[in-house]
């Protein structure tokens, strides 16, 4: 493998996409109305589309002959590197929307910051992802402000929401020797930057909501290592059972 | 203007194939039978989310996956279109969904199988969205301007899920004797309730005559029934699938397929709520509409609240 640091980096980044894709295509024909129905099944279609794309660069970075099916279905639960936070379960609507803002805010600026990566596969996909991900952050922050400014039932579901996801949070800025590797090459932006506009786009979106940023500074990681909450296996179990159960097929 | 007058100017929009459109005098049972018509497929859209979507977290690839996200999510949108279409005659959403919940309004009996096996999500496809488009091409020339243009738009992307669904068996028949015995198990359950997707028999079809007079309906349950058989036969034979019938041969005579008797016990007892998914399938859409209640309500006082501030 040529760039050991940045097939991690892709890969992370593939597996976040894939997780948070898969999760949402459990709300599909469940939504709480028609439209939601349609507003989560089209994010999680585009995170799926993504995922295509960005296991493809993966594929392709590690040289070893894996296609984007393989690097999504063929691995060990501790060989995904998604981060907590997309794993977590649906729970209620808040739950899922809060879980999805949380995600946006960060993917709006770091898709933002990597279509000026010198890494030309990287940024073409980062420039086309970005238009996505601007809509379901405008999607996800409009519901925020509803649920937290709409009657007291839906403020206290999502101040829950925010409540039990925020220690899931700060993993999303987590950063190792892969990272620091690209960034000093300059291909890839410095996760303080990322945080800091995720942290004001939180802010303002939570005040408008009249919700309350939590002041608490439980924090859990250990996805990008691959240690993963129990929900991971049950994850696999659905999105690999096919793959695993007729081996070598196509479909 | 006399009842009588207006009678007679309908029936000469409809004599001349003018379409009747939202703000125009219509027979009350005109009204009534289209939104039970409309709201039935409406109905039929949504609670076939339920099959297919179950599938969406184990579908085989990422390419799959998109494509079943894709479709599903085109389904919705069809029960959006369809449940307007309903209002455009007075209609309340609500109350439909409600009719639906209680019993009281149908949808299509084929939802109410199970989807066991990845090859039923391509045999929906092929199959059951094939007989949809078999009714649905026919009422895109139906006299009511809405469901007409609403059915050009959903007959354009049912076709892509038919292909879609035929493609993935494709797929299974070229593939592993497993993938083939797989997909011929699901031809063998999915056949005969595809065919009852086309309702009664005609002999037996309460609403027919007058739907086909007033120019809803444009062929009868058993003309479309036998144009779906003769549509289908070449291309099971393509798959190499053996559609489960003794009796289905080519009758050169009439220029069709026959076909045996369909089971009607079995489709009364799916229709009545019997069959293996009936309470299954309200259940989740029931449990649907009561989780998302405080959403709902949350939507709808937000808005009030903006619209308050505004105002003041």
Redesign the interface.
Known sequence: MQDPALFEYVLRLSDDSLILGQRLGEWCGHGPILEEDIALTNISLDLIGQAISLYDFAAELEGAGRNHDQLAYLRFENEYKNVLLVEQPNGDFAMTILRQFFFDAFRLPLYEALMQSPVEQLAAIAAKSVKETRYHLKHTSEWVIRMGDGTEESHERAQAAIDHLWRYASELFYEDAHDQTLQAAGLVPKMAGIQAKWSETVTAVLNEATLSIPTNNWKFDGGREGRHSEHMGYILSDLQYMQRAYPNMEW | MTQAEQERRFLEKIEKEIKIEPNDWMPDEYRQTLIRQISQHAHSE?VG??PE?NW???????????VL??K??DE??H??YL?SSCETLGADREQLIDDMHTGKAKYSSIFNYPAVT?ADIGTIGWLVDGAAIMNQVALCRTSYGPYARAMVKICKEESFHQRQGYE?LI??CN??P??KAMAQDAMNRFWWPALMMFGPSDAESTHSDQSIKWKIKRFTNDELRQSFVDATVSQAEILGLTIPDPNLKWNEARGHYDFSEINWDEFWQVVKGNGPCNKERIA?RL??KE?????????N??AK?RAMKKSA
């Open positions: 949504i989310m339920l979507g969406i977290t184990r579908a085989p690839n990422l390419r799959r996956k998109a996200l894709a599903v999510q919705a949108g029960g959006l449940y990845w993935a797929k299974l593939g592993t497993q993938q989740a449990k649907a989780d998302g209640l405080w959403v709902r309500e949350a939507a006082a937000f609240k």
